[in-house]
């Protein structure tokens, strides 16, 4: 069974720009979470998607926005990109939302740097 | 907000040694997971402990969990040198998936 996927692996962007993250998630799994890793603040949880509906969100700017789709393939877009947006982004799959006994795994992560 | 808080928060340990390391929260909770990441890597799940369990095994790993402290500890026998990694505990409150991180522990296992 093929992991969680994230492209791009590298990417570099100038202040301004906006740009564009895409997870997939394990193959039937439904739930795609968002994280956000900086050496500063740690992991931050970003936003949650369930069946193409966002079911939570952190507490980000709304320059930050995703989406599902339906086969469960998530992206995330940040627009109006600032030097603190450099970060690992990490997207996570489970099985599904709110029974408290799923884990959740994780694909390798996009690192954007923002120059 | 996050809610794992681990202490040590860096350790070294020679091959072969026990590590330990403690993770605090601050809410109720559904589950408490830790994860493993390799150098700025995605995350590995290591080990998930439900609410009404108080410890759980997997190959050289235990962990506890003490709901009455809120606190969890995650303990690794017999330390490889593959062990060197970054280790967050996360906690997951009820009816949803988002994982709260704590800021992690880096552990170094020398051979």
């Known amino acids: 069974k093929a992991g969680v996927t994230q492209t791009p692996r590298y990417l570099i962007k100038t202040r301004g720009q906006q740009v564009t993250l895409s997870c997939s998630p394990i193959s039937g799994h439904r739930s795609v979470s968002w994280y956000q890793q900086t050496p500063g603040q740690g992991l931050q949880f970003l936003f949650e998607y369930f069946s193409e509906t966002q079911r939570n969100k952190g507490n980000f700017p709304g320059r930050f926005s995703g989406r599902q789709f339906s086969n469960s393939r998530s992206e995330m877009n940040v627009s109006t990109l600032e030097l603190g947006d450099s970060a690992l982004y990490l997207c996570a799959s489970s099985l599904a939302v709110g029974t408290g006994n799923t884990e959740a795994f994780f694909g390798q992560g996009t690192r954007l740097t923002v120059v | 907000s996050q809610q794992g808080e681990e202490d040590p928060q860096a350790l070294s340990i020679q091959e072969g040694e026990n590590a330990t390391m403690n993770c605090s929260y601050k809410?109720?909770?559904?589950?408490l997971q830790w994860y493993r990441q390799n150098s700025g890597r995605g995350l590995v799940h290591l080990i998930l402990?439900?609410?009404?369990?108080r410890e759980k095994h997997s190959g050289r790993l235990r962990v506890t969990l003490d709901t009455s402290k809120k606190s969890s500890s995650l303990l690794i026998t017999a330390s490889r040198a593959a062990d060197t990694a970054s280790y967050f505990c996360a906690t997951v409150s009820y009816g949803n998936n988002r994982l709260a991180f704590g800021k992690g522990n880096q552990v170094v296992v020398i051979p």
């Open positions: 809410t109720s909770i559904n589950n």
């Open positions: 402990i439900r609410s009404n369990e």
